[in-house]
């Protein structure tokens, strides 16, 4: 069973390089956000997630200048299959939270057209087909953040776990940033014909910290609240 994942990867890579193209601004010194201090944020279609209770949305004006650059890189990379999936089907951005004056420490959610994919889509597969399914991740991110003038020092395989009901993929990396090296946390969920990427993103030199808040963000994540 081939893994309809080619805008699944897309929607990745978007959600990446919207994240690097978010302004920057001076590092965090603030008191970290406390484990028990999430809000939850409901998005019309049935959609949730707990977030920090002091992080803002990035405004709407800021949320499509990114996207305007991160389309501009996708059209034009060399990457045709990249190229073909944006032209397709372009993600939609339904939720951009950043900390107040620090934008490295981020919640991104984006959902993309996935012809074919089903909420148990990742459940079914085989433990091959989903490597071979998420293998290109890496480079495309690695490929569409070197046109954007970033870079990435790690990009670790998928591992998979269960977000109530549902198999997702979750893929760690680091990248560059203005503040200092970040750490990003991508989560895909499957859904039918379609596929939700939600990306947390922290400081690197924070990780160690913040990584409990990060899966508590996504581990929150509903798509059929009510």
């Known amino acids: 069973m081939p893994l309809p994942f080619r805008h699944a990867a897309l929607a990745a890579l978007v959600t990446v390089a919207a994240c690097l193209a978010a302004p920057v601004a001076a590092p965090l010194h603030a008191q970290?956000?406390?484990?028990?201090?999430?809000?939850?944020?409901?998005?019309?279609g049935g959609i949730a997630v707990a977030l920090p209770e002091r992080w803002r949305p990035l405004p709407g004006a800021v949320q499509d200048a990114v996207m305007r650059v991160v389309g501009t890189a996708a059209a034009t990379a060399?990457?045709?299959?990249?190229?073909?999936?944006?032209?397709?089907?372009?993600?939609?951005?339904?939720?951009?939270?950043?900390?107040?004056?620090?934008p490295d420490y981020s919640v991104n959610l984006n959902v993309a057209p996935s012809p074919g994919l089903r909420p148990t889509s990742f459940a079914e597969a085989t433990?091959?087909?989903?490597?071979?399914a998420l293998a290109p991740l890496c480079d495309g991110v690695r490929a569409l953040l070197a046109r954007m003038g970033g870079?990435?020092?790690a990009c670790d395989a998928?591992?998979?776990e269960t977000v109530g009901a549902r198999t997702v993929a979750v893929t760690r990396l680091v990248r560059s940033g203005g503040a200092g090296p970040v750490t990003a946390w991508i989560v895909q969920f499957p859904d039918a014909d379609m596929?939700?990427?939600?990306?947390?993103?922290v400081l690197e030199a924070r990780e160690a910290e913040l990584g409990p808040l990060a899966r508590r963000i996504w581990r929150s994540f509903v798509l059929d609240a009510r």
Request: net charge neutral.
């Open 78 to 102: 060399r990457d045709s299959v990249l190229r073909a999936a944006f032209a397709a089907g372009q993600p939609v951005m339904l939720l951009y939270e950043i900390e107040p004056g620090a």
């Open 158 to 160: 998928p591992e998979f």
């Open 195 to 201: 596929i939700y990427t939600l990306t947390v993103t």
């Open 127 to 132: 433990p091959e087909q989903r490597r071979a």
């Open 151 to 153: 870079t990435v020092a």
């Open 32 to 44: 970290l956000p406390a484990l028990d201090s999430l809000r939850t944020r409901t998005i019309p």
